[in-house]
């Protein structure tokens, strides 16, 4: 049975992680710099590269030892690695890693876009999925509607036409005063909120496939600077509300548009309470699965990287050893 390894340092997580051909994780280490950049309101990319460089090769020795390889030559069959996009001095670490062991242990190297793993998250933990997937990628730095006929074939959909939906949760909590990451914070905040105490905008609803939420985040700001006495509370309740409802109604045109036999969630926004609750049961409504990552998916991960490794070994080959980390990397899409 093949092995890939998968390491993840695009951003702010340094992950490495074991899957097998049948999509079996063998283990999946994860190591959050959260506490790190939490000060700052933000990651600080240089920061960022320094602590991947520390954490990395431990948490690449904790993965091989959870997965019962060794570490002198282990029985893998190929080392996969992010290589974009992300942040260029973080995505360095990890492609150069990744290169330096496929060298040393006479292994192919691949390598792996960052969003093409996220939409792998879901498919790791479902086995049985009719095709094409409407997927809906919403993550700090993307917010991408997809058809997915396949693995490796997808059709462009929709996309924000400016901030991305996870990056709207960051600067609505950092306006709050409520930490960094935003989207967790949000959400625990709004668990106690009226969710209809702000009538906040639903960008773009019902006007086609693309998205936008620089404009709501924007009326947060004025709505609280009007009426300075509101709850947190309330405040990130109606917020989310509104970012929920655009998001699914989005996933649903962009399912009925493409035909779409399912619905799928993917990326760190896409482990929100609500925004899962909600395209549950808009499946439901409309007899449609519903494909969700566990939460630990949903964030960076590298399990979703070993994965989508692992197909793109089997159906495209190896990646050349001078293949460049690429911060602005794109997803290829299907014409
Ligand atoms: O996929 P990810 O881990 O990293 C990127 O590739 O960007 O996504 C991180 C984003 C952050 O903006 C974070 O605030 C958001 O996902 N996020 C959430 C939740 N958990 C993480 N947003 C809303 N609700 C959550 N529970
Ligand atoms: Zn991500």
Same mark, same amino acid.
């Given at each position: 049975?093949? !092995?890939?390894?998968?390491?993840?340092?695009?951003?702010?997580?340094?992950?490495?992680?074991?899957?097998?051909?049948?999509?079996?994780?063998?283990?999946?280490?994860?190591?959050?710099?959260?506490?790190?950049?939490?000060?700052?309101?933000?990651?600080?990319?240089?920061? +960022?590269?320094?602590?991947?460089?520390?954490?990395?090769?431990?948490?690449?020795?904790?993965?091989?030892?959870?997965?019962?390889?060794?570490?002198?030559?282990?029985?893998?069959?190929?080392?996969?690695?992010?290589?974009?996009?992300?942040?260029?001095?973080?995505?360095?670490?990890?492609?150069?890693?990744?290169?330096?062991?496929?060298?040393?242990?006479?292994?192919?190297?691949?390598?792996?876009?960052?969003?093409?793993?996220?939409?792998?998250?879901?498919?790791?933990?479902?086995?049985?999925?009719?095709?094409?997937?409407?997927?809906?990628?919403?993550?700090?730095?993307?917010?991408?509607?997809?058809?997915?006929?396949?693995?490796?074939?997808?059709?462009?959909?929709?996309?924000?036409?400016?901030?991305?939906?996870?990056?709207?949760?960051?600067?609505?909590?950092?306006?709050?005063?409520?930490?960094?990451?935003?989207?967790?914070?949000?959400?625990?905040?709004?668990?106690?909120?009226?969710?209809?105490?702000?009538?906040?905008?639903?960008? !773009? !609803?019902?006007?086609?496939?693309?998205?936008?939420?620089?404009?709501?985040?924007?009326?947060?700001?004025?709505?609280?600077?009007?009426?300075?006495?509101?709850?947190?509370?309330?405040? +990130?309740?109606?917020?989310?509300?509104?970012?929920?409802?655009?998001?699914?109604?989005?996933?649903?045109?962009?399912?009925?548009?493409?035909?779409?036999?399912?619905?799928?969630?993917?990326?760190?926004?896409?482990?929100?309470?609500?925004?899962?609750?909600?395209?549950?049961?808009?499946?439901?409504?409309?007899?449609?699965?519903? !494909?969700?990552?566990?939460?630990?998916?949903?964030?960076?991960?590298?399990?979703?990287?070993?994965?989508?490794?692992?197909?793109?070994?089997?159906?495209?080959?190896?990646?050349?050893?001078?293949?460049?980390?690429?911060?602005?990397?794109?997803?290829?899409?299907?014409?």
């Amino acid at each position: 049975m093949s !092995l890939v390894l998968g390491i993840e340092t695009s951003c702010d997580e340094t992950a490495a992680a074991v899957v097998g051909a049948d999509g079996e994780i063998r283990a999946s280490v994860v190591a959050s710099q959260v506490e790190l950049h939490g000060a700052y309101g933000g990651v600080v990319p240089e920061l +960022a590269g320094r602590a991947h460089l520390e954490a990395l090769t431990p948490v690449l020795a904790e993965t091989l030892r959870r997965a019962g390889l060794g570490a002198g030559r282990p029985g893998l069959d190929a080392v996969a690695a992010t290589v974009g996009p992300g942040l260029l001095g973080s995505l360095l670490v990890g492609v150069s890693e990744a290169k330096a062991l496929s060298l040393a242990w006479g292994l192919p190297f691949v390598g792996v876009n960052h969003l093409e793993g996220h939409l792998f998250a879901a498919l790791l933990e479902h086995r049985e999925v009719d095709w094409p997937l409407a997927v809906l990628l919403v993550s700090g730095g993307h917010t991408l509607l997809v058809s997915m006929e396949g693995p490796g074939r997808y059709r462009r959909l929709g996309a924000t036409l400016d901030d991305a939906a996870g990056e709207a949760f960051d600067k609505v909590a950092r306006f709050l005063g409520l930490g960094y990451p935003g989207g967790p914070a949000i959400e625990r905040a709004a668990a106690s909120g009226d969710p209809g105490a702000f009538a906040f905008p639903r960008p !773009l !609803l019902g006007e086609g496939l693309e998205l936008s939420f620089s404009g709501l985040k924007t009326a947060v700001v004025r709505a609280v600077r009007a009426r300075p006495e509101a709850t947190n509370e309330d405040v +990130a309740a109606s917020f989310q509300a509104a970012a929920v409802e655009v998001l699914v109604a989005k996933l649903c045109a962009g399912a009925e548009a493409a035909g779409a036999a399912g619905l799928c969630l993917a990326g760190g926004v896409a482990a929100n309470g609500p925004l899962r609750a909600a395209v549950t049961a808009a499946g439901e409504e409309r007899g449609l699965p519903v !494909l969700l990552p566990s939460r630990p998916m949903c964030t960076d991960n590298a399990a979703m990287i070993a994965a989508a490794g692992a197909w793109q070994l089997g159906h495209l080959g190896p990646s050349p050893l001078d293949t460049p980390a690429d911060p602005a990397l794109g997803l290829a899409f299907v014409p």
